[in-house]
């Protein structure tokens, strides 16, 4: 099944002489627990790519479809509530509300998706799945990057998205912690199926997904695809950490001298 498709898609920003062609025709098809990443110089265009796949912009020409509905078939008020029960965004500066606690912000991703049940729970369920059981009342302040990105990576998944998009999810992270949450994708990927689009300038994310698309001047240039990547990745540099799992894996060096929030 696929869960986006786009078709001739371009985006041109503004008009006239100053006008920008970030995207000048891509055909792209993403299959259900796919594990994908898009790299390519900046300005490449993998943003407004990722942005059009998010619902948070509209195509100028072509089709994008997601999870079988038309996008530029609806209204902002549509799209805004698709991509709120549908789609999932980690961004590369994590992006959490300051004043809600770790908890408050997944939450918030289930208020927006209107998802029935017990949404605290669920949060607190979640949070526990990405490592932080302990540290649900805190909030972004009181954690260092390699937390904060995991909450994001909760909030993203709390609602069992069609998709989740990540634009550029380690670049503010250390290799070691931006190779953690890269484990932690990975693990949510395969426990939960969660489908996963990334782009990337980070060679170890490069080397370890299912399928690497390159862009370049607003086109794709390569797809490539690693059947049996975890295999492959055994052999790398980064294999230990691959194989170590989850070991030491639960902190990512939290300053424990912050004091836990009620
Ligand atoms: N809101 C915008 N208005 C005008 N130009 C933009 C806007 N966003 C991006 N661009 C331009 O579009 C091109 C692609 O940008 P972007 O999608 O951010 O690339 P990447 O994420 O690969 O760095 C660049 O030339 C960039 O300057
Ligand atoms: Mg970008």
Avoid: W
């Amino acid at each position: 099944m696929s869960i986006c498709q786009l078709k001739g898609v371009t985006k041109t920003y503004g008009s006239g002489p100053t006008s920008v062609r970030a995207l000048r025709g891509v055909d792209l098809t993403i299959e259900a627990g796919e594990f994908a990443a898009i790299c390519g110089p900046s300005g490449s265009g993998k943003t407004t790519l990722l942005n059009l796949l998010g619902c948070l912009d509209v195509q100028t020409s072509g089709v994008v479809e997601i999870a079988g509905t038309e996008i530029g078939a609806l209204s902002a008020r549509e799209r805004a509530r698709l991509r709120a029960e549908k789609i999932g965004f980690i961004f590369q500066t994590f992006n959490l509300i300051p004043v809600l606690s770790a908890a408050e912000n997944v939450e918030t991703a289930l208020h927006l998706a209107r998802t029935p049940g017990n949404r605290p729970a669920m949060a607190r369920e979640m949070l526990a799945a990405v490592g932080l059981g302990d540290m649900v009342g805190r909030r972004p302040g009181q954690l260092s990057g390699g937390p904060q990105q995991r909450v994001a990576v909760a909030r993203a998944l709390v609602k069992r998205p069609a998709l989740v998009i990540a634009d550029e999810p380690t670049a503010n992270l250390d290799s070691e912690t931006g190779g953690r949450i890269l484990d932690l994708m990975r693990e949510m990927n395969q426990q939960l199926g969660a489908t996963f689009l990334l782009s990337t300038h980070d060679t170890l994310v490069m080397s370890r997904v299912s399928r690497l698309l390159t862009m370049r001047d607003g086109v794709l240039t390569a797809d490539e695809r690693r059947e049996g990547e975890d295999r492959a990745a055994s052999g790398r540099e980064d294999g230990d950490r691959a194989a170590s799992g989850r070991e030491g894996d639960d902190r990512d060096g939290r300053d424990t001298t912050t004091a836990e929030a009620p």
